[in-house]
């Protein structure tokens, strides 16, 4: 079950964090992972730890928010089965002080970027007969975060594209879900915590963890398991859907 032997898959933000996790665990599975990372050696080294493992993938520069960068490397690419839009930036800040140029900054990755790979990547979905998108959203597309404005807008616009894309294409054989974390570990979540509360580390840590009802942060891994599953042929059945993955976060924390 869940193999992905003979597939293709373009991964967006795989460099790092979540992303990482999820073309480790395709290219486990047997797929080919092409890793779109604005960072290319992060991508790189991710693609180089893929294939030390026997797996097959390659590392591609691109900036998501650049549409015509994106055209040149789906273009290089050529046919692919899954589409896993993942790259993304947080911001912290409410309306009132969030600024203009902020705004804009999670605009461009977060939704435009999404934008940018579904524009570019549904028409190879539809030449090769079908296919899967599936993008990284957030519960704060659908629950209220504190001091997280600008980032709950992108996530609900991502959330807003994937039951677009899913009702559009379904002729097209292609299945578009959506996958909504809590708070993750990555390193964004230590860098974030060593920037915003030094000297206070380790207790920010255990507060933003006891945040999940569950008890815990997610890990990555956890996060490409629900991926691999909902990318799967095993969920043929599965379109216009949100998964939270949350530790309980938007049913249980009342």
């Known amino acids: 079950m869940f193999q992905l032997t003979y597939k293709s898959a373009v991964i967006t933000g795989g460099g790092s964090g979540i992303g990482q996790a999820i073309a480790r665990l395709f290219a486990k599975q047997g797929a080919i992972v092409h890793?779109?990372?604005?960072?290319a050696a992060s991508a790189e080294e991710t693609i180089a730890g893929i294939i030390a493992e026997g797996g097959k993938g390659m590392a591609h520069a691109c900036n998501v928010s650049d549409q015509q960068a994106v055209k040149n490397v789906f273009e290089k690419i050529g046919s692919f089965d899954i589409l896993v839009n993942c790259a993304g930036i947080a911001h912290v800040g409410r309306a009132d002080n969030t600024s203009e140029e902020d705004f804009d900054k999670v605009y461009q990755v977060n939704?435009?970027?999404t934008y940018n790979c579904l524009h570019a990547g549904i028409p190879v979905l539809q030449h090769r007969g079908g296919g899967v998108v599936l993008n990284v959203a957030s519960i704060a597309a659908i629950v209220g975060i504190p001091d997280r404005f600008a980032y709950s807008m992108s996530k609900g616009?991502?959330?807003a594209m994937t039951l677009s894309v899913a009702k559009d294409y379904l002729q097209d054989h292609i299945r578009c879900n959506?996958?909504?974390p809590a708070r993750v570990h990555t390193p964004f979540v230590d860098g974030f915590i060593a920037k915003n509360y030094p000297g206070k580390e380790e207790e920010m840590f255990e507060k933003l963890?006891?945040?999940q009802p569950i008890g815990r942060m997610g890990m990555v891994e956890e996060i490409a398991a629900l991926a691999l599953y909902l990318c799967s042929d095993e969920a043929g059945f599965i379109?216009?859907?949100?998964y939270p993955i949350d530790g309980g976060f938007v049913k249980l924390n009342n």
């Open 239 to 242: 379109t216009g859907n949100d």
């Open 209 to 211: 963890s006891k945040s």
């Open 178 to 180: 959506s996958i909504s």
């Open 35 to 39: 890793i779109l990372e604005l960072q």
């Open 157 to 159: 616009a991502v959330f």
């Open 111 to 113: 939704i435009k970027g």
